[in-house]
């Protein structure tokens, strides 16, 4: 199944979601993909809790306000977000007067676009794999995983989760409830996370619903087809433990890579897209980047100035998906569209 739009877009960060908005301004539709497993790239996954100035007009918004705010502005709007995918390869489709195109990702599916816009960021985040484990991918989907994709996975499961940041502590209180039994285990007894975060996480041991296992490493995994355990071994005495399991959650964390954007063919500098300050397009007609992910002479890595890209790539996408017509302009107090789908 192949799904057309009018823009797709690499990413779900905040530049990604205000293109959105632009693009529904004009009547456009986006599909938005991101490997994440939610919306709001940086802000949402390196600082949700941390303060942000710099946005015209909001003199103070947390980062995971911010993308709340952006998730309500795009509301209006028709869009989709494919969530735990990533776009790996992108194909032209050149059958028409102006090409379109063809993305395929990491789970098989397809879509078709005139205008590809690149907001990815610093590239995509990949999980930080185990240390001392040969592979580890290899037991994906056979008990093993870096990200929690549904809950309900883990109901009444004995669950070993590693890590001490955010995340880690994050799903250690909200998968206490419904497991059957859950360690976490950490290489010191000091996290990374929110104070607040651990402090639940803390009560939870008090309770005997979380065992703590501090200071442990990961040693090897215990394997018979599927997952049984764990051999963790003791940071300081050096001694090794064998636990039992069902289920393991290795949440050390994310690495941003640039990732299959590099076999794209496009033009790079700096190892970030280039692009024209006009349109904000690439070296290849009907592809944008926008953001963090591209290269100018003056670039600065800031949310507002991807919202100025954006605004300014969109009207482009708006002439591809319209040969000929007037890219049409409104300021949004006098746009009776918006207000009556705002009123609605
Ligand atoms: C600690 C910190 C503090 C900051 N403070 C501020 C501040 O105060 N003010 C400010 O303006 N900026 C700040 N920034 C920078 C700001 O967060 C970035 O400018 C902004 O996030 C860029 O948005 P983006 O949408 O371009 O990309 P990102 O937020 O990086 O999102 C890109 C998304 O694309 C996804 N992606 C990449 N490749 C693929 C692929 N192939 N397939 C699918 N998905 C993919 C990634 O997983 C990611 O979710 C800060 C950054 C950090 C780290």
């Not at 994709?149 to 001490?164: A, C, H, P, T």
Request: charged share 30%.
């Amino acid at each position: 199944m192949e799904t057309k739009t009018d823009i797709i877009i690499v990413g779900a960060g905040p530049v990604a979601l205000f293109t959105v908005f632009e693009a529904g301004l004009l009547g456009l539709e986006c599909v938005l993909i991101d490997n994440l497993d939610k919306v709001g790239g940086q802000c949402s996954e390196l600082y949700p809790g941390k303060p942000i100035y710099d946005i015209p007009g909001v003199p103070y918004q947390t980062a995971q306000e911010h993308v709340d705010a952006l998730l309500e502005q795009i509301k209006p709007f028709n869009y989709e977000i494919h969530l735990n995918e990533r776009v790996n390869s992108i194909e032209e489709l050149s059958d028409e007067d102006i090409s379109s195109w063809k993305v395929t990702t990491s789970e098989g599916s397809n879509f078709q676009a005139k205008s590809l816009f690149i907001a990815a960021g610093a590239g995509s985040f990949e999980p930080r794999r185990p240390p001392n484990i040969e592979d580890p991918d290899q037991f994906l989907e056979k008990g093993v995983a870096y990200a929690v994709k549904d809950k309900e996975k883990y109901k009444d499961k004995n669950l070993i989760i590693f890590g001490g940041g955010d995340s880690a502590l994050d799903w250690t209180v909200e998968l206490a409830d419904i497991t059957k039994s859950l360690k976490l285990v950490h290489r010191r007894d000091s996290f990374r996370g929110v104070p607040n975060t651990e402090a639940q996480m803390r009560e939870l041991v008090e309770t005997g619903q979380v065992d703590l296992k501090t200071p442990f490493v990961i040693e090897k995994l215990i394997f018979d087809k599927e997952i049984k355990g764990v051999s963790v071994k003791n940071f300081e005495t050096k001694e090794i433990e064998d636990l039992e399991c069902d289920e393991v959650l290795f949440l050390f964390g994310l690495n941003k890579k640039l990732g299959p954007i590099v076999d794209w063919n496009l033009e790079l500098s700096n190892k970030k897209i280039s692009v024209d300050t006009e349109k904000f397009q690439t070296s290849a007609e009907g592809i944008f980047a926008i953001g963090d992910i591209n290269d100018y002479p003056g670039k600065l890595d800031l949310i507002l100035c991807g919202f100025h890209e954006t605004t300014l790539a969109v009207q482009e996408a708006y002439r591809r998906s319209n040969p000929g017509e007037k890219v049409p302009f409104a300021y949004t107090t006098s746009n009776t569209k918006l207000q009556k789908k705002l009123d609605a």
